[in-house]
């Protein structure tokens, strides 16, 4: 896995071995950012199960402000203080070890982030509970972009019932990117 653009471009980024986080692959986060390349320059960018903060330091890398990258497994905290030392942005970002909900919690008084990415483990319901809490969140308001990785099976009949609307649904071979924004 590498950074693909920006001032870190080319650089290689470690990852966890094993199945205990799932890497967004090379060309997926290529896409992403063409799809948000101009959104992010100058941009907040909150990076929620993070794992490797692949997505995160990509963001950095294209120009964001600030990130701030939440992760619970200790290793992956590892992996991303490791990744973002390699490509010096660490001068611009945070890392916060711990549940997501109460790693939200902890940073509200930061205010509002441009751009939210979250990839939960898939199939747990966790994007649901994230979107409860944010529908009400001072990290968040009806200008922020919200990206959901998650499978293509996972369910998001509820979206518009929590006040939310879909801005882009992009279906890759193998799991999604769903973009939001607060229903104004």
Known sequence: MRVIAGTARRLRLKTLSGLETRPTLDMVKETLFNV???????SRFLDLFAGSGSIGIEALSRGADEAV?????????AVINENLATTHLADRAEVITGDVMIGMQQIEKKGVFNIIHMDPPY???LEKNILMYL????????????????SQETDFSYIEELGYTVVKDKIYRHNRHLFLKKAQ
């Open 36 to 42: 948000i390349q101009v959104d992010v320059p100058g």
């Open 69 to 77: 990258f939440i992760e619970n497994n200790r290793k992956a905290v």
């Open 123 to 125: 199939n747990k319901d």
């Open 135 to 150: 529908r009400n969140s001072r990290l968040c308001d009806e200008d922020t972009l919200i990206i959901i990785e998650a």
